[in-house]
């Protein structure tokens, strides 16, 4: 009986190990401190699947949200949470006048939109954020670790971008030093 739960954690150890491999493969998290500012930097890098451009093509409304987290380590007990933010971008295809309309919320504000013909410039929305302000450094430690954790996943679910999952996580380490 004790063998059959060491392969049985064994194969999870496994499973585990490929997600965060797969992971480290299609999200890239750069953390950037500037001005008094913690910012985020994020791409997805595994959006090229046909099943994606034939649901924007469809005109499905896509949209990719990523939940942010900014959180202290804290060795030998959970890590605290220092900010959070829920960014959300989409794509609203027409393909009457074949435009794309995008928005990027932050936490329900609209921040920014575009109209464009361009599908290059319609993916990139989708899947990259740069420079998003996460939070204050006054609200870090000096000479802490930290890390920003994000959990990307996008909709309609029916046409996953990731393959098998239809979310995917990733982290980016950096310790505060001011």
């Not at 093509?57 to 900014?70: I, K, M, N, P, Q």
């Not at 609203?92 to 794309?100: A, F, G």
Request: net charge positive; proline share 3%.
């Amino acid at each position: 009986m004790k063998s059959r739960w060491k392969i049985v954690g064994l194969v999870v150890a496994v499973c585990a190990a490929g997600v965060l491999l797969r992971a480290a493969e299609t999200l890239r998290i750069q953390p950037l401190i500037h001005e008094g500012q913690v910012f985020v930097s994020v791409e997805v890098t595994d959006l090229n699947t046909e099943e994606v451009r034939e649901v924007i093509a469809s005109g499905l409304r896509t949209t990719f949200t990523y939940d942010v987290e900014v959180r202290m380590v804290v060795p030998t007990w959970v890590d605290r949470t220092i900010a959070t933010a829920v960014i959300t971008t989409s794509d609203q295809y027409d393909n009457l006048t074949r435009q794309h309309r995008l928005s990027r919320t932050v936490d329900g504000r609209v921040e920014a939109s575009l109209n464009t013909e361009d599908e290059t410039v319609a993916r990139r929305w989708l899947t990259t954020l740069s420079r998003v302000p996460l939070c204050e450094t006054s609200k870090l430690d000096p000479n802490r670790d930290y890390y920003i954790r994000i959990n990307a996943r996008e909709r309609p679910r029916g046409a996953s971008i990731f393959g098998w999952a239809a979310t995917i996580t990733g982290q980016a380490k950096f310790t505060f030093i001011p």
